[in-house]
């Protein structure tokens, strides 16, 4: 079931998401050749507690950190660990943050030094996919219509989009209904109405579609090893548009 917000409820969201849009942005700018995924967890959660607030992901189904950072050929939910990165990675950095019992969401991805021209094109491809899905929410829109936007945009420029993994409500809680998938067909799914809040994710390959999950239980690779990126807001459906909740200011 799809929750309509209330404003007292939406504006309870919107700390989470503020909070969250500081985190990822302070672990963003601390991203650099030599440090490890370890380090910007220990960066994320540190300061995620020290804003009176709780890490979403730790303890979730049993995970075990603040953040997921998933670097190349990780899609999402990389484990931090204390693995180096190395000069020309790149690293999804994804933050999730509980305040006074609402979540935010966020994910960017980041250069770590200098990279590659494709790995720059994918991650600028990306994260305009994001922005033109952001587009499309408005009353009377359609999930369809943000799932077209992603795909569209991704295969106009020759990437693939994951199609096992989801955006997500949330509110009270991590994820929530409605999904919201990366591929889809203008005017299908559920009918977009002020009050809704869901994270919009955009997952893009540079290869294939195809995903599997390691052993570790956990992190989500791509089939082929080849470089994939992960942006990700979350957003509220206003009455006239859209208001993205996952930002500082």
């Given at each position: 079931m799809?929750?309509?917000r209330t404003k007292e409820e939406i504006e309870k969201i919107?700390?989470?998401?503020k909070i969250t849009a500081k985190v990822r942005e302070t672990v963003k700018h601390a991203v650099r050749p030599g440090i490890s995924t370890a380090e910007l967890d220990e960066i994320a959660e540190k300061m995620i507690r020290e804003l009176g607030a709780e890490p979403a992901f730790k303890g979730y189904r049993?995970?075990?950190?603040?953040?997921?950072?998933?670097?190349?050929?990780?899609?999402?939910?990389g484990i931090p660990s204390d693995k180096l990165l190395n000069e020309g990675d790149i690293i999804g950095v994804d933050v999730g943050v509980k305040y006074r019992g609402y979540f935010g969401d966020s994910a960017v991805t980041v250069a770590a030094g200098?990279?590659?021209k494709k790995a720059e094109k994918l991650l600028k491809i990306t994260e305009q996919a994001l922005y033109l899905a952001i587009d499309q929410v408005k009353p009377g829109n359609h999930i369809g219509d943000i799932a077209f936007a992603v795909e569209s945009h991704a295969k106009k420029n020759g990437?693939?989009?994951?199609?096992?993994?989801?955006g997500h409500g949330i509110g009270e809680a991590l994820h929530?209904?409605?999904?919201v998938p990366n591929y889809g067909v203008p005017g299908e799914g559920i009918?977009?109405?002020?009050?809704?809040?869901?994270?919009?994710?955009p997952m893009l390959n540079e290869g294939g579609h195809e995903i599997k999950t390691l052993s570790d239980g956990w992190t989500v690779i791509t089939r082929d090893r080849k470089l994939s990126?992960?942006?990700e807001h979350t957003v509220c459906v206003t009455e006239d548009g859209v208001r993205i909740l996952t930002v500082e200011a």
């Open positions: 799809v929750v309509i919107a700390a989470a998401c049993g995970y075990s950190h603040a953040t997921c950072m998933s670097v190349n050929y990780e899609v999402v939910h200098s990279i590659s990437y693939t989009v994951v199609k096992d993994l989801f929530e209904d409605p999904l009918m977009l109405k002020p009050g809704m809040v869901f994270a919009i994710e990126a992960h942006f």
